[in-house]
């Protein structure tokens, strides 16, 4: 019984991995979070999904700090008329 147990549960670490949002467990081929819904890739060896390199929020980021900088260029250089 104990044997069969600790088999069980082998196997569902390597049929599961956790969202690395919410640490949901998900289906080892899942490609979303079925419950927090963000793009996950696949498991490490920690039986943690990978999160995909989000190159949208890595744009608005700099498009955020560019605009920031821009304003504070344009706020000192108002300044100094
Ligand atoms: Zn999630």
Redesign the pocket.
């Known amino acids: 019984m104990g044997t069969f147990k600790k088999e069980q549960t082998e196997k569902e670490a390597i049929t599961l991995k956790r969202?690395?949002?919410?640490?949901?467990n998900?289906k080892i081929d899942a490609t979303e979070?079925?419950?927090?819904?963000?793009k996950?890739h696949g498991v490490d060896k920690f039986g943690k999904a990978k999160r995909p390199i989000n190159w949208g929020a890595y744009l608005f980021t700099f498009l955020a700090w560019s605009g920031f900088l821009l304003y504070i260029w344009w706020a000192f250089f108002k300044d100094l008329q």
């Open positions: 969202c690395p949002e919410c640490s949901a998900l979070c079925v419950s927090c819904g963000i996950v």
